[in-house]
């Protein structure tokens, strides 16, 4: 990941680090370079715009420092802006002031999102919280026992429709006319057992295809508006290059997610969902995926990811 971008920059910058002084055109050939190196990432067109935009007009008018030659400074710059397209600062998940808090996750079929949901479980249980699953995606015949041996691996319970039950306990609430093929019924169930289990964190899983569809989007925005969640994560294959901008933007008019889960990162991808995703939404990037393990997931911070680029 990452590995073509970041030797393209660093040879950009080699270039630059000896130079006393940076003229106008030593300026313009390094934009150049990294206009290249991200289009070469399949960073989005105007992500690229946008950065190298900010980038010449902040070493153009670079104030002169004693600590720094320029091409430190404008190293200090790419850096800086890489931090800002990355989205800032590292943002915590929001935790319902009143438990449980609800996550829900949506994503395109094979993005990751079942194996992150068991991530996530472990994650939060590692730092005290009782969290449980909650398998929605009724739309695969192996979702919900996938989502079961995920729990069971992340060591937590889930909620299983067709089973009815939480991690073996009794029966769940089935009063009422619904069906268990209802993922909207499902989700609402699902949180209302964890309220009165006590757990504190529910996590809910959703269907998922294979391209944007109308009806699998709308199921999501019913979930999404049956279960009130405290966060909508986007889960995102790092791996699918350009279409990452679109598939995010449906996403997001769907069900106005309200951070970003990169998946795969471990894998050979050239980096340009993860450097697009959350400048295009506005969205932050909260977590990154790096395997196909339970323990294999990481709390996104933009400013370490900008200084693995560069180093
Ligand atoms: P879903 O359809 O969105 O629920 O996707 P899954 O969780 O079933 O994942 C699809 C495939 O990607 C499975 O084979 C997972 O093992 C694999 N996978 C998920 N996350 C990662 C990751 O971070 N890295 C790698 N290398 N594989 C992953």
Redesign the pocket.
């Known amino acids: 990941m990452f590995n073509s971008l970041s030797d393209h920059l660093t040879a950009t910058f080699k270039n630059l680090r000896g130079k006393g002084r940076l003229s106008e055109s030593d300026i313009n050939s390094t934009i150049r370079d990294i206009r290249l190196a991200l289009i070469d990432a399949d960073v989005a067109t105007p992500v690229v715009r946008e950065f190298t935009g900010r980038v010449r007009e902040r070493a153009l008018g670079a104030e002169v420092s004693a600590a720094l030659n320029p091409g430190q400074q404008v190293v200090k710059i790419v850096n800086e802006e890489l931090i800002a397209i990355l989205g800032g600062q590292t943002r915590e998940l929001a935790m319902a002031k009143r438990p449980p808090t609800v996550i829900m996750l949506a ?11 068991g991530k996530l479980a472990r994650h939060l249980r590692d730092k005290g919280h009782f969290p449980v699953l909650v398998a929605a ?1 009724l739309q ?1 015949p192996n ?1 919900v026992t ?1 989502l079961e041996v ?1 729990a069971e691996r992340a060591g937590v319970p889930c909620f299983a429709p067709e089973r009815g039950n939480i991690g073996g306990h009794d029966s769940a609430t089935t009063e009422g006319t619904q069906s268990y093929g209802d993922p909207v019924w499902v989700a609402q169930a699902g949180v209302g057992q964890a309220k009165v289990r006590q757990y504190d964190v529910v996590i809910v ?1 959703t269907a ?1 295809r294979l391209a944007v569809d109308e009806n699998l989007m709308q199921q999501a925005a019913d979930i999404r508006a049956a279960i009130e969640p405290d966060e909508v994560l986007f ?1 995102i ?1 790092a791996m699918i290059g350009q279409a990452a901008i679109e598939t995010a933007l449906a996403f997001q008019k769907g069900v106005d997610f309200t951070g970003v889960v990169l ?5 050979d991808a050239r980096g340009g969902a993860a450097l697009s995703v959350a400048s295009v939404t506005g969205r932050p990037i909260m977590f ?5 393990q339970t323990k ?1 997931i990481e709390v996104f911070h933009p400013d370490r990811m900008a200084s693995r680029i560069l180093d």
């Open positions: 994503g395109l079929q094979g993005s990751g999102k079942t194996t992150f949901a995606d695969r979702a996938q995920v899983d998922g889960v294959d998946s795969k990162l471990d894998g990154s995926s790096i395997g196909e294999d």
